[in-house]
């Protein structure tokens, strides 16, 4: 298979430090709990937390029901915007999200799918609460949860991202932890409109970088898109449930394997977008193990390498980045090495099954825990 480098969540976590006896949960260590300036948003593991394997759905895409003309997200006098670069991302100022209506929320939904990253500054979501985020998001879908992460503990829809100020050398073992990957693409249905916020940063550095796949299907030539046309990988959360079990973590839901085309069709802009990630690709399933691993690094380098077709989000304080896990890849950069924590959340509501063809879509399926030598269940 394909190299399998599962950036672990050492690189953006920290390990876990306490466990509250009585209530079976497991949590970060007093000490950073006490200096933490966001401590709602602070992970939390609850042992006896467990999750059956999520079932199928048919997905309607709020974008669908938008007005293209965006009047109630881009107030014409109010909403300022600036596109980071021509085709991918736009920053914008002058609203909040959450305040938008039904129809605003339509409309952000369409916008992200057309500029496939939306950075929102000077926003009051995080400062709304973790349950408040939860409501928020289902709007645009059933909102993920997580099988290994922590999440605030009112809150298990969110997914939390937290390195500790005093999380040791993060380059000891590695050279270079740009990870980009698509949320949990393991999924039967994975993530389309997705909400990100740092509630906790450091003064410079810790930027997410975001790769444009639809982009990067469009430099193809009209004869190595036709090759990949019928092809389908898999895509599996095995080495992150294993990860998570060697590291004293939890498994609230066993992992999944499911196979997605290589290509997939946006439902709403129709756009064709590359549907591969180092992070939880294993293998092309048409092809042999060689010929899988020399197509799926030539796609990796492609999207991972090109920068002519990515943007970079600059963390500023209350800012909420959108984008969509359908048309973009991204990674964090672990580039600061101050003695700042870095504490972030997530709302990451599901999609469709990933089609390549639109009279596909909603085509049920069904997903099954992973069976096999690579992952023993608990008991």
């Known amino acids: 298979m394909a190299p399998v480098r599962y950036t672990n969540p050492n690189t953006v976590y920290s390990r876990i430090q306490d466990e509250d006896e009585e209530e079976g949960f497991l949590t970060v260590a007093k000490e950073h709990r006490a200096t933490s300036k966001a401590p709602e948003y602070l992970p939390t593991w609850n ?20 007005d293209p003309a965006l009047p109630n997200l881009l107030k014409k006098g109010v909403v300022t915007t600036k596109n980071i670069t021509p085709k991918l991302g736009t920053e914008v100022r002058g609203i909040q999200i959450s305040e938008l209506t039904e129809e605003g929320k339509n409309e952000l939904a369409l916008y992200v799918a057309q500029r496939g990253l939306v950075v ?3 926003q009051d979501l995080a400062s709304k609460g973790p349950e408040f985020s939860v409501e928020f998001g289902k709007h645009f879908g059933p909102l993920h949860i997580h099988p290994t992460s922590g999440a605030p ?9 937290y390195r500790r100020a005093d999380a040791k050398n993060l380059f000891e073992n590695r050279n270079n932890l740009v990870g980009f990957h698509s949320d949990v693409s393991y999924e039967l249905q994975p993530p389309g409109t997705t909400f990100f916020t740092v509630v906790e940063g450091p003064e410079a550095g810790g930027d ?17 898109q036709k090759r990949l046309e019928g092809l389908h990988a898999l895509h599996s959360g095995v080495e992150q449930a294993n990860f998570s079990k060697r590291n004293g973590g939890v498994v609230k839901r066993e992992p999944v394997q499911n196979i997605h085309p290589v290509v997939r069709t946006h439902p709403v802009t129709g756009q064709k977008a590359l549907y591969v990630n180092s992070g939880f690709t294993r293998k092309i399933v048409e092809l042999k193990e060689e010929e899988s691993d020399y197509l799926l690094n030539f796609l990796y380098n492609h999207i991972n390498n090109s920068h002519d077709l990515q943007a970079r989000a600059r963390w500023e304080p209350n800012t909420v980045a959108v984008w969509d896990n359908r048309r973009v890849n991204h990674s964090a950069v672990l580039d600061w090495d101050t003695a700042e924590t870095r504490l972030a959340y997530r709302i990451t509501p599901t999609a469709e099954r990933p ?18 030598p690579d992952y023993k269940k608990e008991d």
């Open 47 to 66: 042992r006896k937390e467990k999750y059956e394997p999520l079932k199928f759905y048919e997905h309607k895409d709020p974008g669908l029901k938008a």
């Open 120 to 122: 929102f500054r000077d």
């Open 153 to 161: 503990r009112t809150s298990p829809e969110l997914h939390v991202v």
């Open 208 to 224: 997410t970088l975001f790769a444009d796949t639809v982009e990067a299907y469009n430099r193809l030539s009209p004869a190595f």
């Open 355 to 372: 089609v390549y063809d639109l009279k596909d879509l909603n085509t049920p399926a069904e997903s099954k825990p992973y069976e096999g």
